[in-house]
């Protein structure tokens, strides 16, 4: 290794450390802290240590709103990742499979889809048309059609490298095209498939503007809205905001960290045949 690779490494380091490293220790360091400590806003060591005592009264607030939270954002994550697998792959599998006059059309909105930022007010009507609104299955529905755009892509660019060979095999032996995708082309797609379930579960978890908008109410609240709980215009309690922060934080921390190598490999898998 070079002295210049070196120090490219180490300034690398460096920066990594001051991006990710120190907001999560100024989190936790607050976290810990007595009201009056933390009110100062000052990164510096506890007089006194209140863990237990503020992750307790977090937990507990607003008649433990936080463990609501956490089942209504888990079971929004899971059924709008699990949405986006299986609607993502067919449709990628299409496109890249199925050659014909429509898939320019197809792809051009897939496109759009990445491309037009959502219109919230004309969303909110079509879901009070359905009975949507305000519900979870709406939720759900919402993710899936904001994140579907880039699933379609990765799966198409992924499925470009499976030999249609596999493909052929398949008809050959009396295989339907049901089959033929289920069983022989969605098992193939684990690498990308692990590579969107760790994203868009990280970003569906951690949304904060979409169920503000269309999941009002207090039975529907996610975790990111339970930061509400200790901000208000005359008061703010720093010490139990940022404990709230540290218990939504953790989990797709702990995501990220397991599987991080995962999504660099199935976002480059696709790369070379496009």
């Known amino acids: 290794m070079t002295r210049r690779q070196r120090n490219s490494g180490l300034i690398a380091m460096a920066v990594a450390f001051v991006i990710f490293i ?71 599998y299409v496109l890249q499979r199925r050659p014909s006059g429509w898939n320019k059309v197809i792809y051009a909105g897939v496109l759009m889809g990445l491309i037009v930022p959502p219109a919230v007010v004309p969303t909110i009507w079509v879901l009070q048309g359905l009975g949507l609104f305000k519900s979870l299955t709406g939720m759900v529905l919402i993710q899936i059609a904001y994140g579907l755009a880039f699933s379609v892509l990765l799966y198409r660019s992924f499925i470009a490298t499976i030999p249609r060979d596999l493909d052929e095999a398949a008809i050959i032996d009396g295989a339907k095209p049901w089959a033929i995708f289920f069983k022989v082309i969605l098992p193939l797609l684990k690498p990308v498939t692990v590579t969107l379930i760790t994203v868009q579960s990280i970003a569906i978890f951690n949304d904060f503007t979409n169920p503000l908008y269309y999941l009002p109410g207090k039975e529907n609240v996610t975790v990111q809205l339970t930061l509400f709980n200790f901000q208000s215009q005359f008061q703010s309690q720093f ?8 218990l939504v934080t953790i989990p797709p921390l702990i995501v990220f960290v397991f599987f991080n190598r995962q999504i660099v490999a199935g976002m480059t898998a696709g790369a070379v045949k496009g």
């Open 22 to 92: 120190l907001p999560f220790a100024f989190t936790f360091l607050m976290a810990v802290k007595t009201k009056k400590e933390a009110a100062l806003m000052l990164f510096s060591w506890p007089t006194e240590w209140h863990f237990w005592d503020n992750f307790t009264e977090v937990i507990q607030a607003r008649n433990y709103m936080l463990l609501l939270a956490y089942f209504n954002s888990t079971v929004i994550t899971v059924a709008a990742v699990s949405g986006l697998i299986v609607m993502g792959a067919m449709v990628g």
């Open 239 to 246: 010490n139990l905001l940022f404990m709230n922060i540290l």
